[in-house]
Structures are given as C-alpha cells and as structure tokens.
C-alpha cells in the first residue's frame, strides 16, 4: 500500500509506504525508494515550473491510498488501482481505479465508487469525473444515503460546488429494499424526471414526480421540495390535516409554518368545517437566553353567528441566579368552546402572573390569578380574581438543640365581580425537633402558632340571614409529638420493614368563626397522605380545631429484582365532634374517623398494582375505592384505572363510580393495535370508547381509530369520528379527523 500527499500548488509532498516487491517476494525497499526519490523530484520540479509558490496560498493536499500506483511524469498524469482512497480536506473517494490528471486538476474515477460528504451522506456511482478538491462534476449510475437513511437513485447526475447535486431519472425513498427480492419496488418511492439535493439551501425538490405505491403510480405533482434530513425546522406548508367528524362534518386544515428566526417561528393553520364557521388557528414560539414564550390561539365565526376563541399562553424568564418571573394567560369566550373543538377537556382555566425568588433557605413570590370556570352551575362574576398573593418561606439550620424553625407568611386579596371581597394576612411559625428513644424508636416534638388576620366585605354568615363587612382573626397555638419504631427484618432475599406510627396533636377547641370565609379550603379529601400532622385542609382558611391522636401501621417489602411492596392503613381519633367542620361523608364527621389505607404492589417491573381506599368504622362498607393497574410489557400490556366515591353529604357533588382501561398490542414487528374505554357505571353509559389500529416501518406509518364520545352539554352533543393517518417518514404526514380529538393516536 502507497500513500502519498500532494500539494499541486506548493512543495508539500509526503510519501508513507511502497509496497513493491522484489524478484524473491521480498520488498524490494531500496529501489522503490529510489524510484519515489526520482518521482518526487521530478514532480517538485513539475510543481514549481506550473504554480509560483508566492503566486497563491498553499492548498490542501491531496492524500492517495492505493496497492498499485504509476505515474507519467510528461502527461502529468497519477494512475492509482487497487481499494484506492483519495482524501481532500474532509471528503473521501474510493474506488477500484482513481486517474488523477495534474496539470487539470481532474479525477476520473471508475469501479466500486464511494464518495462520503462531510453532512454524512454517502454517494455511490460506477464512474464519476471529478475536479481534484472532488466538489464538482459527473456521474453515471448514481446511488446516494443520505444522513437519515434516505436512498436517492439516478441514471446520470452532477455535482456543482460540493453542495448540489442534480439527478437525472431519480428515485427517491427511506424504504429498505425486500431481502428476498432486492428488485422489487420499495412500499413507497418518489420517481421524477430531476431530483436536485441543495446542501447549502438543505433542500430535496423534485420535478416532474410520481408519488408511487408498491411500484403503482398514485399521485402526480410538476414540482415538490421538502428539507433534507439536516434540517430540524424551515419555511413552508406542512402537510394538510382533513376528515370527517359528526359533530363538525368535513375538516380540511392546510397550516403553514414560518421559521421566523432561529430563536423564533410562527404556524398558522386555518381549517374548514362544513358543519361549523371557518377557524383559524396559530401557534407562536421565542425562545430567549434566559427564558421562552408560547402563544397558542383560535378564533372562529360558528353556525350560529358567533364569534368564538380562545388564547394559551405561557412565559419563563430567568432574571438572574435569585429572581425569575413569567405568566399563563389561559381564557375562553365561552365554556364549551374548547371542548367542542377538541382543544382542552379542562373544565376551569387558571391564568397566573407571578415572580419569585431563591435565596439559600428563603423563598418568596408575588402573584396573581384569574379563573375562567367552564361548569354551567357557576356563575362567573362569583369567581374571585387573586390580586396580590404573596408568600415567603423560611426553614432554619438546626439550633444547638438540634430543632429547626420554620416560618410561613402569606397575603392574599380576593375580589368579586359579585360576592364578598377578602383580605387576608397569616404568618405559620413553627419549630420541630427529632430525638431518639431508647430502643431505636424516633421521636418528633413539634410546636406551632398560627395567626390569621381578615377584613371581609359583603361576608353571607353560615346559617344565618347576616351579611358581614370588618375585621375579624384567630390566633391558633399547637403541639405535636409522633413516635415511630421501625421494624426491620433483613434476610438473604428480602426484607422488610414494619413501622407503627402514633401520634397525638393538641390544639384548642375554636379557630374557625364564622366570620372568616371559606375561600381556599372547600375540596377537602381525607386519605392516606393525610392523616399525619397540623395541617389536613389544602388552604389556610380553615384549621382543626380540638385535640386528637393520629395513629397508623406502614408495612414495606423488598424483594429480589424488582420486587417491591407497600401497605398503610391509618385512622384518627377526635376528642371533641365537629359536624360543622367536617360535614357527614368526609371521613372524620364522628370522634372515630374512617379507615384510609393504601397498597402498592409490584413483584416485576411489569407488573404494577396500586389501591386506595377509605372505609366506614360503623359497617366497614367502602366510602372511596380506587384501583389503578398496569400489567404486561411493552409489546403487550393493559393499564386503566377503577374510581369510586360515595358521598353522603347533601350536596352529593363528588359521587362517582367509572373504569377506564386501555389495551395495547404489539401484534407483529410493523403491526400494533390499541382499545380504550371510560365508562360511567352510575348511568350505565360509555364515555368515550374506541378501538386503533396502526402500521410502522422505517419510512411508513399508516393507522386508522373510531371513537365514540357520550356526552351532551349545550352545543356539545354525542359524536362519532373516525381517524386515520399516514405518515410518510422524511416527507411529513397526512391526517384525518380534526387533530385535536385524535389524542395520542395509535398509542
């Protein structure tokens, strides 16, 4: 093997290695040297007859690799053959012959040819006629891979400026040609009269082009371009989004993307609806140094001549190491706009304003929110605005005593379009201590003084006629002390771990007057991640009031592999009744509270079992079961969820009982199927049920999905859709069924 570097503008020469034999089959070393001494002199000399060294910059030399290699130092001419490798800068050519004409810095190449890029693609030809930096000229027989996996084939082709290439009789296509019959045609190709790969505009265009299945024409187009796999976002029409639904009849979409900048781009889609006005849909994106902001909307001129919309919108920025601020603007025109249109299932949106700050042990933030509830028993102008809500959170380093402070503080002002108004002013101080007990027990003393100052305006008094405007608060001290001893069982392949815990609170008997709105603590739940600790209620309007004893048995198991289990049960003793505070149905109405429990059980990592429950002490009958599950691997599993609540109290608003599961299949290596289901078992009816199936291979995604949707709300009426979609993998994909309700097709 020779290898030699020219440099045809200057006198940089270097030679590795001949490989020339002698007579006895021994390398005949000597004389391959003194031959390469005559042949470089010889050359050198050529070279600076030809190019003045100080006439321009020296060039990149031009590295040869070959077994054979022969020179005509009159014509000027390098002949390599034999797994020829010629290197200029970063492109490589290799070959079964290489001709390399010096005076016209030409390479005629012929014979197994490859020539890499370096964008990763990989030409191949069976001849090529090349200038010697390889960026320009012709080729026969022409096969290209490109960076993503992509084949290009061509009769003829050339190459301008290493960036462009131009084929003539070109086929294109990522699908991988049938093992059993390699001259088959792929499921799908592109065939055109001229297929042009623009590197520098990161283009592919085709003209004159057959869209064909199967090797069976299916659509015709003069002229298409599309990015090529270097481009992560560009210009132009993305692909059309068109079906059929019988709530919104015929949907035909054609959005268009604008690669605005690098850090920013615009998508605006607007869409057709025989059954429903024209919409319009956008989409914006900035992405900043420090921070971004997204901006989604729609607007829409309905059957019924109105005017409809909505707006998501969100921003980040990070001001510096301490500070960072940002908002969400979410809104609707009316409440069941989104869902209708199949944008947002959310049934309140919550836009918030805010900025924080993160220093060592301190937190602080300033906010505001607004709620645009979406449920037709509430009347939007009795929705509060939060304008300011301010926090700041402190935990100290442990004292000399080993107890660490806390401290708590929040303002909030609540104002109504119509209802009460509130402001509020708390502080939460506390302090807690660890210490453990003689036999490995551990036990937590802890301390706290909670004060609430209120001035309300237009405040309707629980259960009388009065309405209330002034000053009111509550001072409210406690102590808590919880013991804990952890069992431990070690063994060869499992252990376990049995934890008893107890623990009693003493607080004073008052703190809620009604005086002081509920405002932040109605959606009460009691559970088991509840039953430990001062604070039960999500909010701060309402504390628990009286003395109790917390009491519960944590059982953890590890096994070999994955292996894992968990099971909790607790429950709360009351000293003093309160139907006021917690109204029949919630748990803990009665001195004796219910049973909470919880197992989680995974023996396998493909096996998961979760339950939660909540149980009447009087008869044992269950007030909440919920059960989730997910069993099977990836190429077979189901997964769902069982929910039901049984509310006593009179308003009933949280009773339910449904099941939603899902079944997903890998049926083959191309082939996966999914089914899924909510069903509402106190009325007997589905919710929404449906059924998908999906094809995929390296260039072709194709699935087809029915669902049915059960539910009646104003305009919003039962419906059924079918979906389908093909994707054709580096040329974009092609939809039906109004994008939005399609969910995550397919699985």
């Not at 660890?434 to 609430?452: C, Q, R």
């Not at 600790?533 to 198991?557: A, I, M, T």
Request: charged share 25%.
């Amino acid at each position: 093997m020779l290898r030699i570097a020219i440099n045809y503008a200057g006198l940089t020469l270097a030679l590795l290695l001949p490989h020339s034999l002698s007579p006895n089959g021994r390398p005949a070393i000597g004389l391959a040297l003194s031959k390469l001494a005559f042949f470089l002199s010889i050359f050198a000399f050529g070279c600076l007859h030809a190019v003045p060294a100080s006439a321009e910059a020296e060039e990149p030399p031009i590295l040869f690799a070959a077994d054979q290699l022969t020179h005509d130092r009159e014509l000027g001419i390098t002949t390599a053959t034999g797994n020829v490798e010629i290197i200029r800068e970063d492109r490589t050519l290799l070959a079964d012959t290489v001709t390399y004409n010096e005076p016209r810095d030409f390479v005629t190449a012929s014979g197994n040819i490859t020539l890499l890029e370096p964008s990763g693609d990989v030409l191949h030809a069976d001849y090529m006629e090349l200038t010697g930096d390889l960026k320009n000229g012709a080729i026969e027989n022409f096969r290209s891979i490109l960076s993503d996996g992509t084949r290009i084939a061509a009769a003829t082709g050339t190459r301008t400026g290493g960036n462009r290439t131009e084929m003539n009789k070109g086929v294109y296509s990522p699908c991988y040609l049938c093992p059993d019959d390699p001259t088959a045609p792929p499921i799908w190709q592109i065939k055109a009269v001229k297929v042009i790969h623009d590197q520098e505009e990161q283009t592919v265009e085709f003209r004159d082009a057959w869209l064909e299945f199967g090797g069976v024409p299916v659509l015709y187009t003069p002229y298409m371009s599309q990015p090529d796999p270097t481009v992560e976002r560009k210009t132009g029409f993305l692909p059309p989004d068109f079906g059929v639904s019988s709530d919104l009849g015929v949907v035909l979409q054609a959005p268009f993307f604008w690669a605005i900048s690098p850090y920013s781009d615009l998508t605006i889609a607007p869409t057709m609806l025989t059954e429903e006005g024209p919409l319009l849909e956008g989409e914006y994106r900035h992405r900043f140094t420090h921070g971004n902001f997204l901006s989604q909307g729609s607007i829409t001129r309905d059957s019924r001549q109105q005017t409809r919309g909505h707006i998501f919108s969100e921003f980040l920025y990070d001001i510096n190491d301490t500070w960072r601020a940002g908002f969400n603007a979410n809104r609707a025109t009316d409440r069941t706009y989104l869902r209708k249109y199949g944008f947002s299932d959310e049934r309140t949106l919550t836009s918030r304003i805010f900025a924080e700050a993160f220093s060592g042990r301190n937190y602080f933030v300033s906010q505001g929110y607004a709620f645009d509830v979406m449920d037709s028993d509430i009347k939007q102008d009795t929705v509060p605005f939060v304008v300011p809500l301010l926090d700041y959170n402190f935990v100290g380093q442990p004292d000399d005593a080993g107890g660490r402070f806390s401290v708590d503080m929040n303002l909030a002002v609540l104002t109504r379009d119509e209802g009460n108004d509130t402001q509020r002013l708390s502080s939460r101080i506390g302090w807690e201590i660890p210490f453990l007990g003689p036999i490995g027990d551990l036990f937590t003393f802890s301390a706290a003084l909670w004060a609430d100052g209120y001035h309300v305006m237009d405040f309707d008094r629980p259960g009388t006629q009065d309405s209330y405007t002034g000053y009111t608060g509550r001072l409210f001290p406690q102590g808590r002390l919880q013991w804990r001893l952890p069992l431990v069982r070690p063994g060869e392949t499992v252990t376990q771990v049995v934890e008893p815990i107890v623990e009693f609170v003493a607080a004073p008997d008052w703190g809620n007057p009604d005086k002081i709105p509920n405002e932040d603590s109605q959606a009460f739940n009691f559970d088991e991640s509840n039953v430990f600790g001062f604070k039960r209620f999500p909010g701060l309007d309402r504390v628990e009031q009286g003395s109790r004893v917390n009491y519960g048995l944590n059982w953890r198991f590890l096994g070999m592999g994955d292996a894992t289990a968990n099971v909790f049960v607790g429950q709360v003793y009351q000293f003093k009744q309160d139907k006021d505070l917690f109204p029949d149905g919630s748990g803990l109405a009665d001195n004796l509270s219910d049973l909470v429990g919880a197992i989680e059980i995974s023996p396998k990592s493909y096996i998961n079992l979760a339950y939660r429950t909540r149980v009447d002490v009087d008869d044992f009958a269950p007030r909440r079961n919920e059960l989730s599950w997910r069993l099977g691997v990836d190429a077979l599993n189901v997964s769902g969820e069982y929910v039901f609540f049984d509310q006593d109290d009179e308003e009933d608003v949280n009773k339910r009982e449904q099941i939603r599961a899902s079944l997903r299949a890998q049926l083959s290596r191309y082939w996966r199927t999914r089914i899924f289901g909510t069903r509402d078992l106190r009325d007997g009816t589905n919710r929404i049920l449906g059924v998908g199936l999906t094809y995929e291979d390296e260039c072709l995604e194709f699935g087809i999905e029915y669902s049915h949707r059960d539910f009646n709300d104003d305009d919003i009426d039962e419906s059924d859709a079918v979906f389908f979609r093909i994707a054709f993998k580096t040329l974009g994909q092609v939809e039906t069924g109004f994008k939005h309700r399609a969910g995550n097709f397919g699985g």
